[in-house]
């Protein structure tokens, strides 16, 4: 019998156009170009998404293949490391059941494993030696399109009674596909590299226990986490950052500068201690500093709510998985996850005209939102903390100047001056499929976002159908120490959530306008800033932040009374002072202190007695010798008021 086959047309980087019958795989395009090529290809690339080599093509378009050279490598190679891993453990452990890797976009892989106990280092390292092995076999990943009873009798006949439940998540109709390397076989979509002799090293990291599907309703397995590099020396340089991560670990630099603590009574709610508080009132101090100076107003509004707000709001539908609920007077009622609503009833006390918008609240309120266990992490992702969250209500005509404001506002805040940040990103998330409100609206609400970044930030990314079904937004990246960027800031254009709560403006016209609203903030929640900036500065924060900005340290036990003036004197001024006069060793005294990344320490004796000054040394180790304690209070007035890094 004869089909007809219909011809693609790929066009490659170089602008030349290749047409291939449907159905040929990337990897046959590549050995068409080149056998070289051919040999090298790790993965291939389809309008901007990845395929797997030995994917059958069913249409043309934009088409790339991609070597170990590419930065794209990474993720197929990191990918294909989860199938060597999980080969190793059944090599090792053929009673082992296997779960499911996952990707995402960092630099490590995990698989999931059904083991009666948990993995110890010496397993890792059983485990890591097998996977060399299997890499060191070099066999090519085979892929295999079954139907979904072979699969699954497949699996069943292997005892894999947790892939067979995986194979129930893909929808019906989606084809499945299997993936052979060597002995081993799995159930994945790809893609993969071609041949397991392009992972030039893997390494794994750690172990731990994790509910099957991050429920804890169900059963307990076994994670594995793992890195895979196409080089030796590509791992060795992630090794060392991962390192430098570590030391800088905020939930260890918590809990050793005493910041915060977690207690399984309050899971995923931190508890700020003196020291945690001091650096999170430092924050907000400067905030409201700000607002005093971008004309925002500050609104406290309630912790508890009645769920007819909610569902006004729309959070109800949308949210409520994430809300906390409480009862009172026999009504249901919802602890706060979000301020908009108490601002918009705010904003409806009073007939509002054109001559009073822009109005801008501000609100530091403490937020709690459900989120699951699996996902809370340190102080990055919790489920009580604050925001310095704000609403402004304008007209269609101010957004655009409003847009520029936070602009200003948001740069100011993420200035190298105040917190070191390396640099940061922008992106303009425009409109999605899903949506609300008339193109017309999407129209003048994108355009603002446009203008007001073109006189801004003109180098932006544009997320085209990334922003949210209420309107479009901007989103800011800051890049920390190490490199790593974090989303902080949001602009958030509303048209749904006035219309919800029916706001209206009496217009110069005379008659009932609605008004928009912009949801921002700068840093985000505070708790998780917090975390970033721990993580940024390795504990050492500026002067300005720092819980306590001076140790007064007395030589000896003679001089403890001056000592304590100094302390009692700095305090007044205040500037948050500490006296270490315990009976240890002045040596021992200083390395505690600069370990507390305390930024001055001020060591007092006779001369100094004498003289009415202090020694100073900056945490670093830095001796700045002896400074009348005037001209020392004075220097750090001075510092901290400007908000400096130096010290
Ligand atoms: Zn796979
Ligand atoms: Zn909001």
């Not at 290809?41 to 590419?70: H, M, N, W």
């Not at 009873?149 to 299997?178: N, W, Y």
């Not at 799995?186 to 750690?206: F, M, T, Y």
């Not at 001559?355 to 403490?366: E, K, Q, S, V």
């Amino acid at each position: 019998m004869e089909t007809m086959t219909e011809a693609l047309s790929l066009t490659l980087p170089d602008g030349s156009v290749r047409t291939v019958p449907a159905g040929t795989t990337p990897l046959e395009v590549a050995a068409a170009i080149g056998p070289r090529l051919a040999k090298d290809a790790v993965g291939a690339e389809l309008d901007g998404g990845k395929v797997d080599l030995r994917q059958p093509l069913t249409r043309g378009g934009a088409f790339r293949i991609f070597t170990v050279k590419s930065p794209e490598a990474g993720e197929l190679i990191r990918h294909s490391a989860e199938h060597v891993l999980a080969d190793a453990v059944k090599r090792l452990w053929p009673e082992a059941e296997i779960d499911a890797g996952r990707k995402d976009h960092s630099e490590k892989f995990q698989y999931d494993f059904r083991f009666p106990r948990a993995f110890t280092p010496e397993d890792l390292a059983r485990i890591e030696e097998t996977m060399r092995e299997i890499l060191a076999e070099g066999s090519e990943f085979e892929r295999l399109e079954v139907s979904r009873e072979e699969a699954e009798r497949t699996f069943r006949d292997m005892g894999e009674t947790l892939k067979v439940e995986r194979l129930k998540e893909i929808p019906a109709g989606e084809t499945i596909t299997l993936y052979r390397d060597g002995r081993f076989t799995d159930l994945c979509r790809g893609p993969h590299v071609r041949s397991l002799s392009q992972i030039g090293a893997v390494k794994l990291l750690e172990a731990s226990g994790v509910y099957w599907k991050g429920d804890e309703a169900n059963e307990r397995l076994q994670r594995i986490y793992g890195t895979a590099f196409a080089s030796r020396q590509e791992m060795d340089e992630y090794l060392e950052r991962l390192e430098q991560a570590r030391a800088r670990d905020h939930r260890r630099l918590g809990q050793e500068l005493d910041l915060f603590s977690f207690n399984p009574l309050a899971p995923a709610m931190p508890f700020l201690h003196p020291k945690g508080a001091a650096i999170y009132i430092g924050l907000i101090d400067y905030v409201r500093e700000l607002y005093a100076r971008y004309g925002y107003g500050e609104v406290i509004t309630p912790q508890i709510l009645d769920v007819e707000l909610w569902k006004t709001s729309g959070h109800y539908d949308n949210y409520v998985e994430n809300m906390f609920f409480t009862e009172a007077d026999e009504r249901q009622m919802s602890v706060k996850p979000m301020n908009c609503p108490s601002h918009c009833l705010i904003f409806g006390t009073r007939l509002r005209s054109y001559r009073d918008l822009p109005i801008r609240y501000a609100d530091f309120g403490r937020l709690h939102r459900y989120e699951r266990s699996g996902v809370t992490a340190g102080m990055f992702r919790v489920r009580s903390f604050s925001q310095d969250d704000a609403h402004i209500f304008c007209t269609e005509e101010q957004i655009e100047s409003e847009v520029l404001a936070v602009v200003k506002l948001i740069l100011e805040v993420y200035s190298q001056r105040i917190f070191g940040f390396k640099s940061f990103r922008v992106e303009l998330s425009t409109r999605p499929e899903k949506r609300i409100g008339s193109d017309e609206m999407w129209d003048h609400a994108e355009e603002a976002l446009k203008v007001a970044l073109s006189k801004s930030l003109p180098k932006y990314v544009l997320n085209t159908g990334d922003g949210a079904f209420y309107g479009p937004k901007i989103d800011f990246h800051v890049e920390d120490a190490l490199g790593r960027f974090w989303q902080l800031g949001t602009i958030q254009l509303d048209y749904q959530m006035p219309q919800r709560f029916g706001l209206k403006y009496v217009g110069a016209d005379g008659s009932e306008h609605q008004p928009v609203m912009i949801h921002r903030a700068m840093l985000g929640s505070i708790e998780r800033f917090m975390a970033i900036l721990i993580e940024q500065t390795a504990g050492a924060f500026p002067l300005w932040l720092a819980p306590v900005q001076a140790t007064v340290l007395p030589v000896s036990e003679k001089f403890v009374a001056y000592g304590e003036t100094v302390r009692a004197r700095l305090a007044a001024a205040g500037v948050r002072t500490e006296l270490d006069a315990r009976n240890e060793k002045l040596g021992y005294r200083i390395r505690e202190a600069q370990l507390q990344k305390v930024p001055y320490m001020l060591v007092v004796g006779a001369r100094e007695e004498q003289d009415g000054t202090v020694s100073v040394r900056r945490r670093a180790g830095e001796d700045l010798g002896a400074m009348a304690l005037d001209a020392f209070l004075a220097r750090v007035r001075d510092l901290a008021a400007a908000r400096s890094r130096e010290l």
